[in-house]
């Protein structure tokens, strides 16, 4: 498989696209004015407390105060020096939490719509083949990482090196805490790590080197911490181009290209640190085509903001974003098959279903999605989609679960999103119908149109009215609904006139008392 990474960066605005065999599979964009807070590091001051919710909600300086359950709550975590008192339950949030009281805390989820930033006190810092998590004891290795040897060398490593740690079960994701080891007392000499997927193959030296970096790194955090005034931040995560070439970034990559300079030579001091053996395929982008205009990733960035996704066959896909969950529903379109019903059908799901994991990556659709698949009558025919479906998703950076295929033909997926999905970053509900996705029809607003006018002439003098609306209204009144006019002119014994407003919109209008 070939994978190459494009890198757009501006002062205002990064976008890196991620293409598999020439087709965009991953597209990451990241705002100046808006970057994402996941993995920042606050000492914020606890602004409320709720028991009924077991929660608390956190002042950490943004616009909306932050949540924090009080299951994301290692005990004691408010106190900066840490203390060694194992978790042995979950006490209630008012045992844990008071109002005003200052805690450190880590932004895990960004805030989404009308809701704040998701918190925790599990702290952990990342770099390049590790997490080191201060509060724990334990070795962990991502799931990513398949060969049971592979996975025992690394943990032996980092063991020789920390002997005061344990081992720990595999982890499924590189950046996830592990939240029942025993809790240790901070500082320089504790701490647990996950081993990330980009840590497989590392030799001893690299990843003793990484340890040294993030043990040295947590010691400034904990030194800025002490110094900080609540809210405030403590520590801040890269910006999206370190942050590539940190998480996504492994040897496999073909070429990695940057069309700025700036972001092309940080890159490269990263890469001679961390990944030398990248270095010969990073390249400066230098061409006259915009390197977005490469396999077409502008015009697959306006496709995935529409709600239908076309499939080869003539099928096709809608997609819906709510704020509860996402819905997926597949449609046999045009796509009439060669053989007959049954198998006409299996094959529009089959294609659906890589279609699907791809849109997932694509749009970063978050949370719990619902896929309706055509209903299939043969069992074996749902059991090789749901497979393809689970094949499709190995690819996902994302923590995905999948359910059985159920009686309705209904697969429910949860997908881990931390970063708002592309739609919310480029787009916004729409002024005319308010977000609703559709507006009301030229006719109905001509409905509305007639009662207003009832209702103005009974409060009214008005010797005449004029209507003002948009083109679309007007020419419908002339037109299909002249007879209804001339109807409500004798009713109503006012003569009507209308005049076109061209910035209107279709639902917008106004009558005016002459």
């Not at 940057?258 to 640190?273: G, N, P, T």
Request: hydrophobic letters at 40%.
């Amino acid at each position: 498989m070939s994978e190459e990474i494009l890198i757009n960066a501006t002062p205002q605005e990064t976008r890196v696209a991620v293409v598999e065999n020439g087709i965009l599979q991953e597209i990451l964009v990241e705002r100046s004015g808006r970057r994402g807070l996941v993995g920042n590091i606050y000492k914020g001051s606890v602004s409320r407390v709720l028991p009924g919710m077991q929660a608390a909600f956190i002042d950490i300086g943004l616009d909306r105060t932050g949540f924090l359950h009080t299951s994301d709550i290692v005990e004691g975590s408010s106190n900066i020096d840490g203390d060694d008192r194992a978790r042995i339950f979950t006490p209630s949030i008012d045992a844990l939490l008071k109002e005003g009281q200052e805690v450190l805390v880590q932004v895990i989820k960004d805030p989404l719509g009308s809701k704040g930033a998701r918190l925790t006190t599990h702290l952990s810092v990342p770099s390049r083949y590790l997490v080191f998590m201060p509060a724990y004891h334990s070795v962990g290795v991502s799931q990513k990482i398949e060969n049971d040897a592979e996975r025992e060398r690394l943990r032996d490593i980092v063991l020789r090196n920390h002997p005061g740690l344990r081992r720990f079960a595999v982890v499924g994701d590189d950046t996830a805490v592990v939240a029942n080891s025993t809790r240790q007392v901070g500082g320089s000499n504790t701490g647990g790590y996950i081993l990330r997927t980009a840590a497989e193959g590392i030799s001893e030296d690299k990843l003793c080197k990484d340890m040294d970096f993030l043990r040295r790194l947590w010691d400034s955090v904990m030194v800025r911490a002490e110094h900080t005034f609540a809210p405030g931040i403590v520590y801040e995560d890269m910006a999206l181009v370190m942050r590539t070439m940190r998480d996504l970034v492994d040897t496999d990559i073909e070429k990695v290209r940057i069309d700025s300079e700036d972001a092309y030579q940080r890159v490269l001091a990263f890469a001679k640190q961390f990944i030398p053996d990248l270095v010969d395929r990073i390249e400066l982008y230098s061409g006259e085509r915009p390197i977005l205009d490469l396999y077409m990733v502008e015009d697959e960035i306006q496709k995935a903001l529409e709600r239908k996704v076309q499939l080869k066959s003539g099928g096709f896909l809608v997609i819906d974003q709510t704020e509860a969950m996402t819905t997926i529903d597949i449609n046999t379109g045009a796509f009439v098959g060669h053989r007959n019903l049954e198998e006409t059908i299996f094959k529009t799901n089959l294609e659906a279903a890589q279609a699907i994991a791809r849109q997932l990556r694509l749009r970063n659709l978050g949370g719990i999605i619902i896929v309706d698949f055509i209903d299939m009558s043969e069992p074996e025919h749902r059991r090789q989609v749901l497979r393809a479906l689970e094949k499709s998703l190995q690819q996902d950076n994302s923590n995905v679960t999948i359910s059985e295929v159920s009686s309705l033909g209904l697969v429910q997926i949860t997908r881990k999103r931390t970063r708002e999905s592309l739609e919310h970053i480029l787009c916004e509900p729409c002024p005319t119908c308010n977000g609703r996705s559709q507006i009301k029809t030229a006719e109905t607003v001509c409905y509305e149109i007639f009662r207003e006018i009832l209702r103005e002439v009974r409060q009214y003098d008005a010797q005449k009215l004029l209507v003002v609306a948009s083109q679309s209204v007007v020419d419908r009144l002339l037109d299909d609904e002249s007879r209804s006019v001339a109807e409500l002119e004798q009713f109503v014994g006012r003569p009507i006139t209308f005049q076109v407003e061209t910035p209107y919109t279709q639902e917008q209008y106004d009558i005016v008392l002459l």
